[in-house]
């Protein structure tokens, strides 16, 4: 029942099924059914239980870690980044299905910078229907040029960019030794307020601006989002959660993301691009 099956007892004969698709079938002698089919030992069954090893640990990797692509885990398995994962083999998932709607792709970024802190997109999302647990309508994302490497804050109010993104600057700049040199943004009033313009010409940032109604030229940060919201929604699925817990998953999808291959970094992930190191990815399995 826990994976969807029932059991059909009809005509002396039994049946397991998961939807129209038929999973055993069985005879009846006196009070008994037995299965149809054969054993398997040997040299074969524990290449089919090892098969079956697989599949689980694919299917619990996938979960864990956002419902990252079949591609995503063999990148990240080739590299020992994952325990126990030889080869993914990706089943089916229902949750994806939901949680990944169609959209158009964005085009790719033609902007690549040279090093950490030299390019920094950011975007706000929101407001959102639900207000969170923690009593959060909005998120602010920075995401580096350079590495990928994201971060992600809640807001409960929009006019709270300007500060969170003076206190995000501070910190940044003090883990990395590097300064903020270019800023890219859309023309919302949050990132054009009087204040925010001043302060970046005193600290010296260059502004980039996208186009009002093209969300697309700001593909770097707007991508994020819609992978961050991606995976929220497929995690609150296949949990059950509720949406008022949206920022907790989004804030484990932004964990997930930078820990997680980028095609612009050849197959590394932002935080080995940010830490200068990798990550094995144990979760205690």
């Known amino acids: 029942e826990e994976n969807g099956c029932k059991i059909i007892l009809e005509n002396g004969g039994l049946k397991v099924v998961r939807g129209s698709l038929v999973v055993m079938k069985g005879v009846r002698h006196r009070n008994l059914y037995t299965l149809m089919g054969e054993t398997v030992t040997g040299d074969l069954a524990v290449g089919i239980n090892r098969s079956k090893d697989q599949t689980e640990c694919t299917r619990m990797w996938h979960m864990r870690l956002g419902h990252m692509s079949e591609k995503g885990l063999s990148l990240l398995g080739e590299k020992g980044l994952l325990k126990n994962m030889e080869k993914p083999c990706m089943e089916f998932c229902e949750h994806c299905v939901y949680g990944k709607a169609h959209r158009l792709r964005f085009s790719s970024s033609k902007h690549k910078s040279r090093g950490i802190l030299d390019y920094v997109h950011t975007d706000v999302w929101?407001?959102?229907?639900?207000?969170?647990?923690?009593?959060?309508?909005?998120?602010?994302?920075?995401?580096?040029?350079?590495?990928?490497?994201?971060?992600?804050?809640?807001?409960?109010?929009?006019?709270?960019?300007?500060?969170?993104?003076?206190?995000?600057?501070?910190?940044?700049?003090?883990?990395?030794?590097?300064?903020?040199?270019?800023?890219?943004?859309?023309?919302?009033?949050?990132?054009?307020?009087?204040?925010?313009?001043?302060?970046?010409?005193?600290?010296?940032?260059?502004?980039?601006?996208?186009?009002?109604?093209?969300?697309?030229?700001?593909?770097?940060?707007?991508?994020?989002?819609?992978?961050?919201?991606?995976?929220?929604?497929?995690?609150?699925?296949?949990?059950?959660?509720?949406?008022?817990?949206?920022?907790?998953?989004?804030?484990?999808?932004?964990?997930?993301?930078?820990?997680?291959?980028?095609?612009?970094?050849?197959?590394?992930?932002?935080?080995?691009?940010?830490?200068?190191?990798?990550?094995?990815?144990?979760?205690?399995?």
């Open 126 to 285: 929101g407001p959102a229907p639900v207000t969170s647990k923690g009593g959060s309508r909005y998120f602010v994302t920075y995401v580096d040029d350079h590495s990928r490497y994201a971060w992600i804050y809640f807001l409960k109010h929009k006019n709270e960019v300007f500060d969170n993104f003076k206190c995000w600057k501070a910190m940044v700049e003090n883990r990395t030794g590097r300064k903020l040199k270019t800023l890219r943004s859309d023309n919302g009033t949050e990132y054009t307020d009087g204040a925010f313009k001043r302060f970046c010409d005193q600290e010296g940032i260059v502004r980039h601006w996208t186009v009002r109604g093209t969300p697309q030229q700001n593909g770097v940060a707007e991508r994020l989002n819609r992978t961050l919201l991606e995976k929220a929604r497929c995690m609150r699925s296949n949990s059950g959660l509720g949406r008022e817990w949206w920022a907790e998953s989004v804030a484990t999808a932004s964990y997930v993301v930078n820990r997680s291959p980028h095609s612009s970094l050849g197959g590394d992930t932002p935080y080995k691009d940010m830490q200068k190191e990798s990550m094995v990815i144990d979760f205690g399995v």
